[in-house]
């Protein structure tokens, strides 16, 4: 094995010394790159794996981490804005239990977790007071999880219950948040965390939220509608008015053609709510009644009975009484009563904040490519797309003017200049890259045919000098070769015992396939 080697680097030696100089620069260059890459492939397969220690940390606790994965020499990356940190997968659940014994994060220590060391001699307004923490702690690390929040600070106002009460003191809470560095809330977020804090806690109401945020902001507040006060009542009235304008752009564009038109929509939307109570009363004509009452009064009188001859008044009273011995008397009273059941219909009706109250739509057509267009038929495609209604104080305006096309004109040209100038720039690269490669293939050609066209010339010397060496010197003394074929036969006879020495080794390996080899060629002799 160490004459293998031996001769492996003896081989290298004498191929590396008969190479040129151009050939040994270039061998040079490609081991020290083929070194690099190994040595760069090595750095990537040996580094580490990471993965997430904590995340959505304060910056106060990401600090202290950071600070104590310093001290400890551990190994970390930073992620989400640094709000995720993490650390070797191997490493994991021994640095959180480290960690843990330091007290970090200190954020962690709030929630359910207060609840632990609550013990049998714990007095009910400690065990009320804890619950409360808690809770504000859960909903204050379930709020910061939301995209865009860095920290939330939640408070709970949660009244004593009481056995005999009149009136029902209300739960109500208060959120603050705080975002990152150039991120706003948005509407549905904030509608978000309102539904969250009220779904939390029992017998809040989502109108006795508020919600704000570090500017003093409010975002949400009590009585009003969750998501529709201040800037969201803005985002909802942009929100529709540009539904409506999208929608009549699309129309105007398959009619007149892409840029040939513009809509403007002006939208009121009314946020007042109000609720309407109707109760109507309706008889059935079919139906049976509840109760019925009748009475009858029948009175005949007897002739010669003396008896008077009159009429019984309704206060009971005998009217233009008299004595008629001969007359006769008949009184006649019939009287019913009926109760029947009167049905009722009741209807509450509640408007929801946000109805569309007023519609103002604005119409510009443009004149060089619009002639064709009646502003009658664009009107009256736009009153029938957008539900135009005149009793409610909608307008609408169609009007036909030349556009200012400067402003398109001029960002065109500019497209136009950076697309020239990108290609121009790619085919620049691809010249240059072009050139780089047809250089490098001519020096590769050049030193291939300098190196073949030295070692003609060596060889051509080589032979002019043994013929004149040859002629020199007289028959009967023996010539000395020159050094130069001193070496070739020298690597010759070493390449020969090199090969004699491997087939040796495969004899000593394989005896049997030599053998069966060795038959074959003779039997194929002539």
């Known amino acids: 094995m160490k004459q293998n080697v031996t001769r492996m680097l003896q081989r290298g030696q004498q191929s590396f010394a008969a190479f040129t100089t151009g050939q040994k620069v270039v061998a040079v260059i490609g081991s020290l790159a083929v070194l690099i890459g190994a040595f760069m492939a090595f750095q990537w397969a040996s580094r580490p794996s990471y993965a997430p220690l904590y995340s959505s940390l304060s910056s106060t606790d990401a600090s202290a981490v950071v600070e104590q994965l310093e001290a400890q020499g551990t190994p970390y990356e930073l992620a989400g804005d640094g709000t995720t940190i993490m650390v070797p997968r191997d490493a994991v659940h021994a640095t959180r239990i480290t960690l843990s014994g330091e007290g970090l994060p200190s954020g962690s220590g709030g929630g359910y977790s207060l609840l632990d060391d609550q013990g049998l001699t714990t007095s009910d307004f400690k065990e009320r007071t804890d619950f409360k923490r808690a809770m504000e702690g859960e909903l204050s690390t379930t709020i910061e999880a939301i995209d865009g929040v860095e920290t939330a600070v939640v408070h709970l106002a949660i009244p004593e219950k009481q056995v005999f009460e009149e009136e029902k003191v209300p739960t109500t809470a208060s959120v603050l948040v705080g975002t990152r560095a150039g991120s706003t809330m948005e509407a549905g977020q904030v509608q978000a965390i ?3 804090v009220a779904s939390s806690i029992d017998g809040l109401e989502p109108e006795r939220v508020t919600v704000a945020d570090a500017t003093g902001k409010v975002l949400s507040s009590p009585g009003g509608v969750a998501g529709a006060d201040g800037t969201a009542r803005a985002q909802m009235v942009a929100e529709v008015q540009e539904e409506y304008r999208v929608r009549l752009q699309s129309m105007l564009d398959r009619v007149v053609g892409p840029g040939n038109s513009t809509v403007q929509v002006t939208a009121e939307l009314d946020f007042d709510k109000s609720v309407s109570e109707t109760v109507e009363y309706q008889a059935e004509e079919d139906a049976l009644p509840l109760s019925s009452s009748e009475s009858r009064e029948t009175y005949d009188g007897a002739a010669g009975g003396g008896v008077a001859n009159g009429v019984v008044g309704p206060d009971g009273q005998m009217e233009n009484g008299g004595v008629a011995g001969d007359g006769t008397g008949r009184y006649r009273k019939s009287q019913t009563t009926l109760d029947n059941a009167v049905g009722s219909r009741s209807e509450r009706r509640e408007t929801t904040p946000g109805a569309l109250e007023r519609l103002g739509i604005g119409v510009v057509l443009d004149a060089t490519t619009a002639q064709q267009v009646s502003d009658v038929e664009v009107e009256q495609l736009v009153t029938a797309t ?11 305006s169609v009007a036909t003017m030349p556009f200012d096309r400067s402003a398109e004109e001029a960002a065109q040209a500019a497209i136009d200049e950076a697309e020239a100038a990108e290609a121009a720039a790619d085919r620049n690269e691809l010249l240059r890259n072009a050139a780089i490669g047809v250089l490098v293939v001519g020096v590769l050609i050049f030193l291939a045919f300098r190196s073949r066209r ?6 051509q010397e080589t032979s002019l ?5 040859r002629e020199s010197r007289p028959p009967e003394v023996a010539l000395e070769p020159p050094p130069a074929v001193l070496a070739l036969e020298e690597a010759e006879a070493n390449r020969t015992a090199d090969l004699r020495d491997e087939l040796t080794e495969l004899i000593e390996r394989q005896p049997d396939d030599v053998a069966a080899l060795l038959r074959g060629w003779l039997s194929e002799r002539p």
């Open 194 to 196: 309102v539904n969250l």
């Open 386 to 396: 957008a539900s135009i209604d005149a009793q409610r104080g909608d307008t609408i």
């Open 454 to 459: 030295r070692a003609r010339k060596r060889d």
């Open 465 to 469: 000098i043994v013929e004149q060496l």
